[in-house]
């Protein structure tokens, strides 16, 4: 199919476990995602999904609820989260991590605060794609570093950036790390092996520390593959710290748990000067959860997949059917819909709380994914589409009578 086309036909089939999601929990509980609005509001803007979490992961936390085991964790002999997230690599994503490399941390905001600490100075140039998860902008920009956007063009064909006198650019703004966040939340672009080839071989002539946050590689659309920035090749498995988790693909994102494999030998010596009390403490909850994803999840994964994929056309299908251009792309990966509103009625120079006040709708505001840059995301809006087909028809039904 040419790229950016329209698939036409139905969706693929939603699983029943998806097929309807229960509102009055979501409300009464204490997630931020529905708890936090006025009840007339449907919430589609955080980035946790309507959904439970798989069997495996639910069960793991009763039979540690159940022993009220709730203490500060302890395992004899190897971490398992690290174990499980070396097997996954290796069976699902094709990339072997180190053994020893491997850190246990609470989150990735966490991993990305640490890693910019001890591996760029105050002033250093970080670059990062434009728009970008929020938080990572807030905290670069708060260490004293500065943020160097890469930003993602919009074409025909689909999201992508520029690698024209990348080296020559990143050199002049004074790049010390890279931030590259693959699959790319908000535009749900899976980076070809030909672009990150391009990223490794500017961090290897401009000797870069590239910190590569891999969180949506389970949540990736056929034909697309995921390919880890640290398999490339030695040099570049070398001066790369991939950070993941099980929160995103399998909903757990409350429980707090994380990983990072640290590649660069002088930001693991770094790390191990560090006292093992500032690196924060998953709880057993999170640990166990995590393992049980990673380890016994994949088939509702599957499920979940082919839910997310039957969802995403309907966003695709009802943005082409829209009497105004939104710019929309369907994501490759992750349940992000990035659209832009510049060609609707509304003027507002916050369009989601325009949304939100006038159809009843909570999306992302668009501006906060280029917040401290130069670059102009205001007219955007990130929808979250990981919820049922019905409560997601009721979605942009209400959108598109804006
Ligand atoms: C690209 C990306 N990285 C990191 C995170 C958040 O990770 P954590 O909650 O572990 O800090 C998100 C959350 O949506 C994300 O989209």
Same mark, same amino acid.
């Given at each position: &199919? ?42 589609a803007?955080?980035?946790? &999904? ?33 174990e ?67 930003? &993602? ?14 080296v ?8 010390? &790390? ?5 699959p ?32 949506h ?11 880890p ?6 040099? /570049?498995?070398?001066?790369?710290i991939?950070?993941?988790? #099980? ?8 429980l ?15 790390? #191990? ?7 924060? /403490? ?82 992302s ?7 401290? /840059?130069?670059v ?6 990130r ?20």
């Amino acid at each position: &199919m040419t790229p950016g086309a329209v698939p036409t036909g139905s969706p693929p089939p939603v699983d029943t476990r998806f097929a309807a999601i229960d509102q009055r929990r979501l409300r009464s509980g204490y997630g931020v995602k529905w708890g936090s609005l006025a009840p007339d509001v449907i919430g589609a803007w955080v980035a946790d &999904m309507d959904f439970g979490v798989p069997p495996a992961v639910r069960e793991s936390i009763l039979r540690v609820t159940g022993r009220e085991d709730f203490g500060y964790p302890f395992w004899p002999g190897a971490d398992p989260v690290v174990e499980a997230f070396q097997d996954r690599m290796a069976a699902r994503h094709g990339w072997q991590p180190e053994p020893g490399r491997t850190r246990v941390f609470t989150d990735l905001i966490q991993v990305l605060q640490v890693m910019v600490e001890h591996a760029t100075a105050p002033g250093d140039g970080i670059a990062v794609h434009v728009p970008c998860y929020p938080p990572f902008l807030a905290s670069i920009a708060r260490s004293g570093r500065r943020i160097v956007p890469l930003p &993602m063009l919009w074409s025909e064909s689909g999201w992508g950036f520029s690698t024209d006198d990348l080296v020559d650019r990143l050199h002049r703004a004074g790049c010390r &790390m890279l931030v590259l966040v693959n699959p790319h939340n908000p535009t749900g672009r899976v980076f070809t092996r030909d672009e990150l080839t391009a990223l490794a071989m500017a961090a290897d002539a401009l000797d870069l520390v590239v910190l590569a946050d891999e969180i949506h590689a389970d949540l990736v659309f056929a034909p697309h593959r995921h390919v880890p920035f640290a398999s490339l090749g030695a040099s /570049t498995a070398a001066r790369t710290i991939t950070a993941t988790s #099980a929160t995103k693909a399998f909903n757990i994102a409350g429980l707090r748990c994380a990983v990072a494999h640290v590649g660069p030998d002088h930001v693991q010596d770094r790390l #191990a000067r560090a006292p093992l009390d500032y690196f924060g /403490t998953p709880s057993i909850l999170s640990r166990v959860a995590t393992v049980a994803a990673w380890r016994e999840s994949d088939g509702w994964l599957d499920d979940l997949l082919r839910t997310l994929d039957h969802n995403r056309l309907l966003v695709q299908q009802w943005a082409a059917g829209l009497p105004w251009d939104l710019r929309h792309h369907a994501p490759q990966a992750t349940y992000l819909s990035w659209l832009d509103l510049s060609a609707t009625p509304i003027r507002d120079p916050e369009p989601a709380a325009h949304l939100e006040r006038t159809v009843a709708v909570k999306l992302s505001e668009g501006a906060e994914f280029a917040q401290a /840059t130069p670059v102009d995301t205001g007219s955007f809006v990130r929808l979250n589409f990981a919820t049922s087909p019905a409560n997601l028809h009721e979605i942009l039904a209400r959108i598109a009578a804006l």
